[in-house]
């Protein structure tokens, strides 16, 4: 259990956190801020006269009404134009209040809404730089949680929380520097309130915020489970794994439930503790200002002033218990959020990395060795050659390395030893962007996304024309079938490709590779799962997609396989050379489908 003084540390550590990739967004909207901040200062300065007209009407024409002698100024103005002025004056600094709160409250939410937009940019561009490694340690949905949900009520907060405290706490000093000026003694009175509720705000707070922290990690867990749950739904279905799934849905959700009630019990054990500190402070202002009108030290309006006072006074202390639950969850989502944000991308560029502008596609791996932990080798030592315009099967049982290797190629991860290189130099010498951008990719899964048929090709070279897609489509044998669908090129797909047939979902893939013209194409396993015809469809797509390049296969089909120049084995972490696989009379790729 963390003690108080544990919890502060945390808690401010995590504020520095979050405020430190904040701070430099905010500044970007200076303009903005200075104006909303000059909004608020109108709006205090309005708050500050709100209370002067009703004074002027309690001590200068209330008792000259009632006494009928004339109030200081009266013979100049007269009662009635005196109770006007009053009146006057109330609606101008009312209605001055009104706007200057309008526009402060607009200039913030704008302010908030443009940050929200760039720190959550931000932290999706930092995500997708990670390795898989990272990615393979981390829940998808915990991810989502924390790129959507968390940094929305970071917002939230900022806008309905942040906002009015900050104007609060202004309106707090011009008040309490004026109090001091009418009666000091009644001001010592309600500035005696503001340590005690720090004091019970500091307590509250940490306890609050690690609340709020376990409710977004039970959440996290709870958006990790329906995200596989319904990303698998087929397979749930099928085993019949609704039941179990909901237990574990419910346990997780009681968890985030328990969290929440927790940090709202807390709250709101504050929010009544402050009423009842405000309450005490109020009762006892009245009882000495009463006095002190009798004693004459103060005129019933100055009195009328001060209570008036009060309410502007203590409404920080009313905000920040109201919003303590919400702050203690920004706290939370903002320190989840600075996670992201603060890890460093496995993979990035060196600062001596250059661009490799047009590789030939030679290939070699050097006493390479890839461990996915201290006691789980998968490469040791592996060593191979591609030239270019070469074809190599790689074939080993599962989880020998085979997409291991793939990866490498892609530096979707780096060896612990050894190097790996494309036409003579390390990958670590290069940019990524240009490393990646030599090869083009087949699947075992196809990546596919909610959008176009047009657009899923277009991922390839985002600057290809029409004309350009459409000939790619072509050459992959999915040109056919694409003009079929309802709106053709532009037919929306289902997330992943649902809607379309595993043998469609492959051509749009090849077309998308084809589109990419790199020199080096990478199979992995990309006709698994299909059927014959549409094998012999997708493998004749591959032998046009292919031709000419260096070309690197991981699969068990002997179609697939028949056509390469060298077969390799991956065993036991090593590579080794197979004999030259058998060509047949008549080529299954050239013929398949064509």
Not at 198 to 224: L, N
Not at 373 to 386: I, N, Q, S, T, Y
Not at 506 to 533: F, H, K, S, W, Y
Request: charged fraction near 20%; include cysteine.
């Amino acid at each position: 259990m963390l003690t108080l003084r544990g919890r502060a540390r945390v808690d401010a550590s995590a504020l520095r956190a979050t405020l430190r990739h904040l701070v430099p967004l905010v500044r970007q909207e200076k303009k903005l801020v200075a104006l909303g901040l000059l909004a608020v200062f109108v709006e205090v300065l309005a708050t500050l006269a709100e209370p002067w007209p009703l004074k002027l009407v309690i001590d200068e024409v209330l008792p000259a009404a009632l006494t009928g002698a004339p109030p200081a100024g009266g013979e100049v103005v007269g009662l009635p134009v005196l109770a006007l002025l009053a009146a006057a004056g109330l609606l101008a600094a009312t209605a001055l209040r009104a706007g200057a709160s309008y526009a402060s409250t607009v200039c913030f939410a704008m302010v908030g809404s443009r940050v929200t937009i760039r720190l959550r940019a931000a932290a999706y561009q930092r995500v997708l730089s990670q390795s898989v490694h990272y990615h393979q340690a981390r829940s998808g949905g915990d991810l989502l949680a924390r790129l959507t949900a968390d940094i929305t009520r970071l917002q939230e907060v900022a806008v309905t929380a942040g906002l009015p405290l900050l104007a609060n706490v202004i309106t707090f000093v011009g008040m309490a520097i004026v109090m001091l000026v009418l009666d000091p003694l009644l001001a010592c009175v309600v500035l005696l309130a503001v340590p005690l509720f720090v004091i019970g705000a500091g307590r509250t707070g940490g306890k609050v915020t690690s609340a709020a922290r376990e409710q977004r990690m039970a959440e996290g867990t709870v958006a990790g489970l329906v995200g596989e749950s319904l990303g698998s739904v087929r397979v749930v279905q099928a085993y019949r794994l609704e039941e179990p799934l909901a237990v574990r849905f419910g346990a997780s959700n009681t968890a985030s439930l328990r969290s929440g009630v927790r940090t709202q019990r807390l709250a709101a054990g504050l929010e009544r503790r402050t009423d009842l500190l405000i309450g005490s402070a109020t009762a006892v202002v009245l009882l000495i200002g009463t006095m002190r009108v009798v004693d004459g030290a103060l005129t019933l309006g100055e009195l009328v002033v001060f209570i008036s006072y009060l309410k502007s006074v203590f409404k920080p202390m009313r905000n920040l218990a109201k919003y303590t639950g919400r702050i203690g969850k920004a706290a939370a989502s903002g320190e989840r959020v600075a996670e992201l944000l603060d890890a460093e991308p496995e993979l990035r560029d060196e600062p001596w990395a250059r661009p490799l502008r047009r590789a030939h596609g030679d290939i070699r791996l050097v006493d390479v060795t890839v461990a996915h932990g201290p006691d789980r080798p998968v490469l040791r030592g592996a060593c191979l050659h591609v030239r270019p315009g070469e074809r190599v099967g790689v074939v080993g049982p599962s989880g020998s390395g085979k997409s291991t290797l793939v990866a490498l190629l892609l530096r979707l991860l780096d060896p612990q030893s050894g190097r790996v290189l494309l036409d003579g130099h390390d990958l670590r010498d290069l940019t990524l962007a240009s490393v990646r951008s030599t090869c083009a990719v087949v699947l075992q899964e196809s990546v596919l996304f909610a959008d176009t048929v047009r657009e899923n090709i277009r991922l390839a070279r985002p600057e290809a024309a029409d004309d350009e897609v459409c000939a790619a489509a072509v050459a992959a044998d999915a040109d056919a079938f694409i003009r079929e669908l309802p709106d053709g090129y532009d037919t929306v797909l289902a997330e992943r490709g649902d809607s379309l047939s595993g043998g469609q979902r492959q051509r749009l893939a090849i077309a998308r590779a084809v589109l990419r013209d790199a020199p080096v194409v990478l199979l992995d396993e990309p006709t698994t799962g299909l059927d014959a015809q549409s094998r012999r469809s997708v493998l004749a797509a591959l032998d046009r997609l292919t031709a000419g390049r260096t070309v690197l296969v991981v699969a068990h089909h002997e179609e697939l396989l028949a056509s390469c120049d060298r077969l390799v084995r991956i065993d036991d972490g090593r590579i080794e050379e197979l004999p030259r696989p058998a060509r047949p009379a008549t080529d299954a790729v050239s013929t398949g489908g064509a």
